[in-house]
């Protein structure tokens, strides 16, 4: 669970989301999160179908919100948004 407050940014609209999502964005992550959480216990790494749609949805804006933060990160300039 993401809890940085340096992995968060206020919008156009005054929301705070994610670096990189929306505000559309930043619910549907934290809302898969909790599903991925509650969905325990989870098949073994390796197991052929292993990964659920959920798990999919959940690593593409993970990795479009690292994708956007990571210019942030390696500036060193750990500034808050």
């Known amino acids: 669970m993401i809890k940085d407050d340096d992995a968060f940014q206020i919008d156009a609209k005054g929301n705070r989301v994610l670096i990189g999502l ?3 964005e930043t619910e549907e992550f934290f809302r898969l999160e909790e599903i991925i959480a509650s969905s ?3 098949p ?3 197991e052929v ?3 659920m749609p959920e798990d999919e949805r959940w690593l ?3 990795e479009k919100h690292e994708s956007a933060r990571r210019p942030f990160m ?3 300039n750990k500034t808050r948004h």
């Open 22 to 24: 929306s505000a559309e």
């Open 40 to 42: 325990c216990p989870r």
């Open 44 to 46: 073994q790494i390796g």
């Open 49 to 51: 179908d292993w990964v």
């Open 60 to 62: 593409e804006l993970y």
């Open 74 to 76: 390696n500036a060193g």
